[in-house]
Antibody, heavy 119, light 116 residues
Framework: QVQLVQSGAEVKKPGASVKVSCKAS????????MHWVRQAPGQGLEWMGW????????NYAQKFQGWVTMTRDTSISTAYMELSRLRSDDTAVYYC????????????WGKGTTVTVSS | QPVLTQPTSLSASPGASARFTCTLR?????????IYWYQQKPGSLPRYLLR?????????GSGVPSRFSGSKDASTNAGLLLISGLQSEDEADYYC??????????FGGGTKLTVL
């Protein structure tokens, strides 16, 4: 079945970087865009950007430009999201989600990766 | 002013209907956008419900019951999510979203549904 399996929880210190992975299975990895969406505790959903696994092309939300890097490894059907210069307000659950095009529905979601930023 | 505004909460009784609103910022015409709706139950990941632009341009998410439907109210510049025959399992947060300016996704702040 179609699945997105994310890496485990992370605890980081302010100023550090975190890299979250999202392994796809059950479908053709390069046939779908991969989005990253985060959710701070008790807050709503915030779109961070997407990567086109076929071309490697990316589109980041303006807020995250220069701060987030999305990559992929097609040989293992895995997408990555790296966020640098972490602050305490980056504490959130980070989700990956796929869509058939950049502007279509995010129809399958990973279970999320909790990133805690604390000194 | 946010691009998408949703009421923070909504309550309704089992068996009744619930109407969620997603109001687009002034100057952004709801008629030109597909409105996407997601459901997130406590402690769980979001789930795609449906999208609605018009009666000829709509899509139901996989496995989503037909008692979930979309609509628009042009007079208030809002997208609507309608749930009929409310069940206790419908208690969740509901988010609307649009693909804004052909560049980025924007989510509304979400509406918490209580079924009591």
């Amino acid at each position: 079945q179609v699945q997105l399996v994310q890496s485990g929880a992370e605890v980081k210190k302010p100023g550090a970087s975190v890299k979250v992975s999202c392994k796809a299975s059950g479908y053709t990895f390069t046939g779908y865009y991969m989005h990253w969406v985060r959710q701070a505790p008790g807050q709503g959903l915030e779109w961070m950007g997407w990567i086109n696994p076929n071309s490697g092309g990316t589109n980041y939300a303006q807020k995250f430009q220069g701060w987030v890097t999305m990559t992929r490894d097609t040989s293992i059907s895995t997408a990555y999201m790296e966020l640098s210069r972490l602050r305490s307000d980056d504490t959130a659950v980070y989700y990956c989600a796929r869509s058939v095009s950049s502007s279509s529905s995010m129809d399958v979601w990973g279970k999320g990766t909790t990133v805690t930023v604390s000194s | 002013q946010p691009v998408l505004t949703q009421p923070t909460s909504l309550s309704a009784s089992p068996g009744a209907s619930a109407r969620f609103t997603c109001t687009l910022r002034s100057g952004i015409n709801v008629g030109t956008y597909r409105i996407y709706w997601y459901q997130q139950k406590p402690g769980s990941l979001p789930r795609y419900l449906l999208r609605y632009k018009s009666d000829s341009d709509k899509q139901q998410g996989s496995g989503v019951p037909s008692r979930f439907s979309g609509s628009k109210d042009a007079s208030t510049n809002a997208g609507l999510l309608l749930i009929s025959g409310l069940q206790s399992e419908d208690e969740a947060d509901y988010y609307c979203a649009i693909w804004y300016s052909s560049t980025n996704w924007v989510f509304g702040g979400g509406t918490k549904l209580t079924v009591l």
